[in-house]
């Protein structure tokens, strides 16, 4: 019985720290979906897709009062549970002076589970620096 307490606090307390703390949403207005809301940003995403076994990186920002948008994508595999791990030569960066910003990238992959990780750094024009990480859904190649 104590086994079973001791294994019950332990998975309890492991709950608290997984689940991430509350933050400031807004409605996207483009899709509907509830997104972070941001001092710079007004929309940032983050989408894998998965062709035969091409992953196709696709990254997304855009910030009314930014002047330059700095991006780096990188796409990770699945290891264990919640431990993942940056996939071989599949990482990428681009900076643009620009509000509105896309990146693409694609690579070769072998089965497994993958996401595609993106940093996104926004610039406004008073100079100041709003760091956004976005995830994408999960694929999985069979």
Do not use: H
């Amino acid at each position: 019985m104590k086994l079973k307490t001791i294994l019950c606090t332990f998975l309890s307390a492991l709950v608290l720290f997984i689940v991430p703390s509350s933050q400031a949403v807004a409605v996207n207005a483009f899709d509907n979906q509830v997104s972070p809301m941001y001092a710079i940003a007004f929309d940032a995403r983050s989408n894998l897709t998965i062709d035969g076994t091409r992953a196709n990186c696709q990254s997304y920002a855009r910030g009314e009062d930014a002047v330059k948008i700095t991006a780096k994508q990188t796409l990770q595999k699945n290891v264990f549970l919640f431990y993942w791990s940056d996939y071989d030569n599949a990482s990428w960066t681009k900076t643009i002076q620009s509000n509105i910003f896309t990146m693409y990238n694609t690579k070769t992959i072998t089965s497994g589970t993958y996401r595609l990780k993106t940093v996104f750094t926004l610039t406004d024009k008073s100079g100041e620096t709003e760091t956004i990480t976005v995830y994408s859904q999960v694929q999985t190649l069979e």
